[in-house]
C-alpha cells in the first residue's frame, strides 16, 4: 500500500506547489458516464 501511497502524496505535493488549478481539475470528479460513476464510487469505498 506503501509503494502507491507514497509516490502519489509526492506527486500531489508537486502538483500543489507548481500547478495547484491543475490538481484541482483533477481531482474534480464529476463524471457524466455513468460506468465512471458506479467505478469512482467502488474506489471510494
Known amino acids: 500500500m506503501g509503494i502507491l501511497f507514497i509516490p502519489m502524496f509526492i ?4 502538483m500543489m506547489k507548481k500547478s495547484p488549478d491543475l490538481l484541482r481539475k483533477r481531482l474534480d470528479v464529476k463524471e ?9 464510487h467502488i474506489a471510494d469505498n
Open 32 to 40: 457524466q458516464q455513468v460506468e465512471q460513476k458506479t467505478v469512482i
Open 11 to 14: 506527486a500531489g505535493l508537486i
